[in-house]
């Protein structure tokens, strides 16, 4: 499913998002018109199910190449998000409004973890985003993300109208608010367009550093999941790495 939303990147197309595991040794990179396109199918798929401004999703995800076209795709639709993460770093995270939520994307590692409360949810959307094996079944309720957004490959772009007022997380942050956080970031980093930033997802969960920040800067992103530090120096000189995060 991935080899079918994902086409190989040519030198003259450099990759906007680039993402490893190294726990599977998978790699996934991601032009900006193939990371727009996803995002643009999630945010219909989002549409089909008449979700859209006033609709809340509850994002049970880690720092993935998924994760990003769902969070992308959820914002164009002007759908609030609320994150739930293990370490928010004293950022905005899953807000204690009344369940149900409209949506839930969730990880099959996470619904299987006991420790896991996944909030209730009428649309209710399933990610393999780990090593975890996949069992036979979907769970009932579920439906499995890549094949969902496979069917709204190619839908014309919904219209949406967003203000920056809007608010993009449940707790009412707005997109102002979210972009000027993201600046910011950027900012004290020393991020400029054109740098490369690699990010060790496990130490910055939260999508304002991994994902808005380099974005507002113009950066572009190497997003590593169970980061072998043995690689790291490798993994620098082959993605022409300018900051490590």
């Given at each position: 499913?991935?080899?079918?939303?994902?086409?190989?990147?040519?030198?003259?197309?450099?990759?906007?998002?680039?993402?490893?595991?190294?726990?599977?040794?998978s790699?996934?990179?991601?032009t900006?018109?193939?990371?727009?396109?996803?995002?643009?199918s999630?945010?219909?798929?989002?549409?089909?199910?008449g979700?859209?401004?006033?609709?809340?999703?509850?994002?049970l995800l880690?720092?993935?190449?998924?994760?990003?076209?769902?969070?992308?795709?959820?914002?164009?639709?002007?759908v609030?998000?609320?994150f739930?993460l293990?370490?928010?770093?004293?950022?905005?995270?899953?807000?204690?409004?009344v369940?149900?939520?409209?949506?839930?994307?969730?990880s099959r590692?996470?619904?299987?973890?006991?420790l896991?409360d996944?909030?209730?949810?009428?649309h209710?959307?399933?990610?393999?985003?780990?090593?975890?094996?996949?069992?036979?079944?979907?769970p009932?309720?579920?439906r499995?993300?890549?094949?969902?957004?496979?069917?709204h490959?190619g839908?014309?772009?919904?219209?949406?109208?967003?203000?920056?007022?809007?608010?993009a997380?449940?707790d009412?942050?707005?997109?102002?608010?979210?972009?000027s956080?993201?600046?910011?970031?950027?900012?004290?980093?020393?991020?400029?367009?054109?740098?490369?930033?690699?990010?060790?997802?496990?130490?910055?969960?939260?999508?304002v550093?991994?994902?808005?920040?380099p974005?507002?800067?113009?950066?572009?992103v190497?997003?590593?999941?169970n980061?072998?530090r043995?690689?790291?120096?490798?993994?620098v000189a082959?993605?022409?790495?300018?900051?490590?995060?």
């Open positions: 499913m991935e080899d079918s939303l994902v086409s190989p990147v040519s030198p003259a197309d450099p990759p906007l998002l680039t993402f490893y595991d190294d726990a599977s040794g790699r996934v990179a991601l900006a018109p193939e990371l727009g396109r996803l995002a643009s999630v945010t219909s798929l989002l549409s089909s199910c979700l859209g401004l006033g609709s809340r999703v509850a994002v880690p720092p993935h190449w998924q994760t990003a076209a769902a969070l992308l795709g959820a914002w164009s639709a002007g609030a998000v609320s739930r293990s370490a928010t770093a004293g950022l905005p995270a899953l807000d204690s409004a369940e149900p939520f409209d949506a839930v994307f969730v590692g996470a619904l299987d973890d006991w896991v996944v909030p209730a949810a009428t209710r959307l399933l990610f393999d985003v780990g090593d975890e094996k996949r069992p036979v079944a979907t009932s309720g579920y499995e993300f890549l094949p969902s957004v496979a069917m490959a839908d014309p772009d919904p219209m949406v109208f967003l203000r920056a007022t809007d608010p997380s449940a009412g942050t707005t997109y102002a608010q979210w972009g956080i993201a600046v910011e970031i950027a900012r004290q980093a020393s991020l400029c367009r054109g740098d490369r930033l690699l990010i060790d997802g496990a130490a910055h969960e939260h999508p550093k991994w994902l808005l920040a974005l507002s800067a113009g950066a572009s190497v997003l590593c999941a980061l072998d043995s690689r790291l120096e490798s993994r082959a993605e022409r790495v300018t900051r490590v995060l």
